[in-house]
């Protein structure tokens, strides 16, 4: 059957699709920017009937086919179209790491690559592990308690976060767009629901970035911070998927050989002694 999830998926990214992208005349009468839903079932090959139930969550499970020509139709990326794969069939998946622990070898490995800072996440963004430099870095979330140490309850619940992420909007999104990717992957996991109940409650911001229905993997790109002592870093990203079907991370921060940021970096070691 499909989901609430689903239909509210399908109906956000129906609504970014311009008309004049597939082709169809835009016209003056249109109450939103969006395809209609007739538009998108014609350009799928279903019908409108069927497309309609599959927005208001009440059709039956939708072929391979079906998602595949709606994928094509709304222009999903790869993330996006892996999200509606989970949504239109979720089954329980391995949670790795879902107790908190990671392995003591992860752990090793956090140390040995010190200089760079390097830390482990999970789904949801919570914080699992991390290496002396990665503590020096991102020093406000180090003094969180370990138990609600997650990246998303800082970004949008700690004020400080607004100073430090030179580019807190970018952060926030990405942020947001992974947690909801991570609903997808483990559908109904407690701790996930109680983490968007608390931030959907306490930011009116939280609440704006979750109704886009953005969703994100990991991926790598670069990160901007106003750091208290070494002043401001600009250091490239690689999220990586850790071995054994669950959905921990390994995050490394580096900058290029002999630049400004990683001078600020030399300078964080040298003050670890």
């Known amino acids: ?41 014609l350009l799928a090959g279903i019908s409108p009937d069927y497309y309609m139930r599959l927005e208001q969550g009440r059709a039956g499970r939708p072929s391979p086919s079906v998602l595949d020509a709606l994928a094509r139709v709304l222009g999903l990326d790869d993330d996006e179209r892996d999200h509606l794969y989970r949504l239109a069939e979720p089954s329980p998946a391995h949670r790795g790491g879902e107790d908190g622990r990671v392995e003591a070898r992860v752990r090793r490995l956090l140390d040995v690559i010190a200089p760079v800072p390097a830390y482990v996440v ?8 991390w290496n002396a430099m990665a503590a020096a870095l991102l020093c406000d979330l180090a003094e969180q308690p370990e138990p609600s140490r997650n990246m998303l309850r800082y970004a949008f619940l700690d004020p400080r976060s607004r100073a430090f992420y030179a ?107």
């Open 122 to 129: 999970n789904g949801r963004l919570d914080v699992l592990a």
């Open 1 to 41: 059957m499909a989901t609430r999830e689903m239909a509210a998926f399908l109906r956000s990214r129906r609504d970014r699709v311009r008309p004049g992208a597939v082709g169809l005349p835009e016209g003056e009468r249109r109450r939103a920017p969006g395809l209609r839903r007739a538009e998108v079932a």
């Open 167 to 273: 580019d807190w909007e970018t952060i926030a999104l990405h942020g947001v767009a992974q947690l909801r990717t991570a609903t997808g992957q483990q559908p109904g996991d407690p701790a996930t629901e109680a983490l968007i109940a608390e931030l959907d409650a306490e930011s009116p911001e939280f609440r704006a970035c979750w109704e886009r229905q953005d969703v994100k993997g990991p991926g790598s790109g670069s990160k901007t911070y106003r750091h208290p002592v070494v002043g401001t870093v600009t250091l490239d990203y690689v999220g990586m998927v850790l071995p054994g079907g669950g959905d921990l991370q390994f995050v490394t921060l580096t900058a290029p050989e002999g630049s400004p940021s990683q001078d600020a970096l030399d300078k964080l070691a040298d003050g670890l002694g």
